[in-house]
Nanobody, 129 residues
Framework: HVQLVESGGAAVQTGGSLRLPCLAS????????IGWVRQAPGNGSEVIAS????????YYALSVEKRFTISKDKAEKTLYLQMTNLKPEDSAVYYC???????????????????????RGQGTQVTVS
């Protein structure tokens, strides 16, 4: 069983930066795939970044590639999303999400499916104006 707690959301100006941490508890199998999903009012959920907890390359959606960076601190069991050059269209509730890849994945591209359908935290609001 995994529990996820996000924080760090805020209101920022266009071009600004934010870092969102996500504290992940539970066994590593339950969160072998982990990442960030965002949802803006009237829009569906978008998986913007995902990783395989045990290694491999990260996945980024085109909408955030080269502006956002996903990283993890294994010792602290914390996932991070570093966001730079923020745009108004980045305004959304950001969720940390995780799932079990059941041995199928070795990187973030594969993990994006488990992140899309996995357990989510309560979300944190990011507003860019």
């Amino acid at each position: 069983h995994v529990q996820l707690v996000e924080s760090g959301g805020a209101a920022v100006q266009t071009g600004g930066s934010l870092r969102l941490p996500c504290l992940a508890s539970g066994d590593s199998y339950s969160r072998s795939c982990i990442g960030w999903v965002r949802q803006a009012p009237g829009n569906g959920s978008e998986v913007i970044a995902s990783i395989y907890w045990h290694g491999g390359n990260p996945y980024y959606a085109l909408s955030v590639e080269k502006r956002f960076t996903i990283s993890k601190d294994k010792a602290e069991k914390t996932l991070y999303l570093q966001m730079t050059n923020l745009k108004p269209e980045d305004s959304a509730v950001y969720y940390c999400a995780a799932g079990n890849d059941a041995g199928r994945c070795n990187g973030g591209f594969c993990c994006r499916h488990q992140v899309r359908s996995g357990v989510r935290g309560q979300g944190t609001q990011v507003t860019v104006s």
